[in-house]
């Protein structure tokens, strides 16, 4: 199983490109494809769920273009888009039905699979409630839910745990570490956390460009030594920002601790901290950022 995504280019207006180059390629696991508002994940996920086509390159799933043979690829795919919309006035399993139809599912199959995965979701207890009475965690469970109908091998979701509370976030987690195995999963987040607990691969996008590919190990190995927690006053919090690669604030009776990512000691008397995934997030993000070129794709 490998999903292969070469010299992948999306420019939806003259010279601006939402996605530059990507180059990728995806075994079965769970892959976290991380980055700021406007980075081009959406459109990434788009193009891989064959919804919209890339403007350059190609994506292939098993060694088959997907822009030639669709319908290889969308059988087997599962897809949680990010503006997940429902029909209010259907109730789960009368929804599910509906989409396992235009999944072109067997309807005679269908009914206990639908059942088996709303239990999974912790769904059971809403069988007969209309969806328009639904919490927004509880939509989104149903968005989960539609994407598993045909036991994809490709599971893509965009900004999944949107809308959860902690405790669905934390099953949302689990289900997907069961579900991963002879599957490729793509999580699409700007919460670092999301992924930190579940994927094998982290994808680092930003303005578009690949920032990086790796495991969440290394690279929280290439940020070690580099975060350091320090005590400021109040007032000095503005210059810190200005100067610093700040990864969180907390505000204490003596001052505000810092947590600041950087190469050398920022501030006499900081003290090393052990890295999260956050942090080196930052820490790609702000070193390799200034480095983008913010130009045409060079094969172009
Ligand atoms: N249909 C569209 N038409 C024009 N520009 C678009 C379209 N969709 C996305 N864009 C632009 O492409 C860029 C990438 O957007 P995209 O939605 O893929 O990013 P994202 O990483 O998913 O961000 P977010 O987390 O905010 O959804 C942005 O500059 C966005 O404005």
Redesign the pocket.
């Known amino acids: 199983m490998l999903l292969e995504i070469q010299q992948v280019s999306?420019q939806?207006?003259k010279d601006?490109w939402?996605?530059q180059d990507i180059n990728l390629q995806l075994k079965p696991g769970i892959v976290g494809l991380l980055?700021?508002?406007?980075?081009?994940?959406?459109?990434?996920?788009r193009i891989l769920a064959t919804i919209s086509q890339p403007s350059n390159g190609t994506v292939s799933w098993n060694g088959e273009d997907i822009r030639k043979k669709p319908d290889e690829l969308r059988r087997t795919l599962g897809y949680l888009p990010?503006d997940f919309g429902v029909y209010p006035h259907l109730n789960p399993v009368e929804f599910l039905e509906y989409v396992a139809a235009l999944k072109g599912l067997d309807r005679s199959k269908i009914r206990p699979r639908i059942l088996e995965i709303l239990e999974l979701l912790n769904l059971h207890d809403t069988l007969k409630r209309p969806i328009g009475s639904f919490s927004g965690g509880m939509r989104q469970r149903i968005g989960i839910a539609q994407a598993l109908l045909n036991d994809p091998r490709l599971l893509i979701f965009?900004?999944p745990t949107v809308g959860l509370d902690p405790e669905e976030r934390v099953r949302f987690r689990s289900l997907l570490t069961d579900l991963s195995g002879e599957r490729v999963i793509i999580l699409?987040t700007?919460i670092v956390s999301d992924i930190e607990a579940t994927a094998d691969q982290v994808a680092i996008?930003s303005k578009?460009q690949l920032l990086t590919k790796s495991n969440p190990s290394q690279l929280l190995h290439n940020v070690k030594g580099k975060v350091w927690s320090v005590v400021i006053p109040d007032h000095d919090l503005q210059e810190a920002r200005a100067k610093w690669t700040i990864s969180a604030t907390i505000r204490r009776e003596d001052g505000l601790q810092l947590r600041i990512v950087s190469d050398q000691p920022p501030l006499p008397g900081c003290t090393p901290v052990s890295p999260s995934l956050e942090d080196a997030y930052l820490h790609i993000k702000t070193t390799q950022e200034g480095t983008l070129s913010g130009s045409i794709p060079h094969h172009i």
């Open positions: 999306k939806y207006k601006s939402a996605l980055g700021p508002n406007g980075a081009g994940k959406s459109t990434l996920m990010q965009d900004e699409s700007h996008l578009g």
